[in-house]
């Protein structure tokens, strides 16, 4: 096996994003799990990452943080198969959809999760969280133009926000019906054998609740 390491856990889909990647260029790695209970804050860990997030890769001794910057090196290092197009309107798609997912659905869906694990949300907020995320499934509904953003090539922008799209019909009860294109990607990429390899099982979720309710302050 390569000399590689992803520092993950199970539930964080910043760290799923890189494993698929990972798995979807076909890369040996050693996947070491970080629980988030509390060895994010280990010195060991710390010395990785002295902002105590995960994921972290250490690809040969180098070391990356972030996980769209851990994908940008993935691909710059080992660009077969390609998860980036190269064509100038492509790459901005991919980019934007990155963007958009980090800047809007992210936050976005928040207030969702509060809810969902049983934290007290004021109805006005929950509100305007759910009219967000329908503006986003808008947006996406409208760039994607094939089997996938960028035609028959699967990106980074499927990545990021195919584990999104997993996140808000399964556990945070929003429903896809009303975007037909969306829906018909959504189960395209969800069948894709890193998007079953790195799925979380509702078990594994259900367990975690808890911790999930302590982290957000409730």
């Not at 002295?50 to 940008?72: C, K, N, Q, T, Y």
């Not at 069948?191 to 979380?200: D, G, N």
């Amino acid at each position: 096996m390569a000399n590689r390491k992803l520092y993950y856990s199970r539930l964080s889909n910043n760290a799923r994003r890189v494993w698929i990647a990972l798995l979807e260029k076909g890369l040996d790695f050693e996947l070491v799990p970080v629980q988030l209970t509390g060895e994010q804050f280990n010195p060991e860990f710390l010395a990785l990452n002295p902002f105590h997030h995960i994921p972290v890769l250490v690809d040969d001794g180098f070391r990356v943080l972030e996980s769209v910057a851990i994908m940008d090196y993935l691909e710059a290092k080992y660009p077969t198969p390609p998860l980036l197009p190269s064509g100038p309107q492509a790459l901005a798609k991919v980019r934007m959809i990155e963007m958009v997912q980090l800047n809007e659905m992210v936050p976005a869906t928040f207030p969702l999760l509060r809810h969902t694990v049983g934290i007290k949300v004021d109805p006005p907020t929950l509100a305007a969280a759910h009219q967000q995320v329908q503006t986003i499934l808008d947006f996406y509904e409208s760039q994607l133009a094939g089997d996938y953003f960028v035609g028959e090539q699967f990106t980074c922008a499927d990545i990021m926000a195919g584990i999104s799209i997993v996140i808000l019909t399964m556990f945070l009860d929003v429903s896809i019906a009303d975007f037909p294109k969306l829906q018909t990607w959504a189960e395209r990429v969800q069948m894709r054998e890193s998007f079953q390899q790195t799925q979380p099982s509702a078990a594994e979720v259900a367990a975690a609740i808890p911790g999930i309710r302590k982290m957000l302050g409730g």
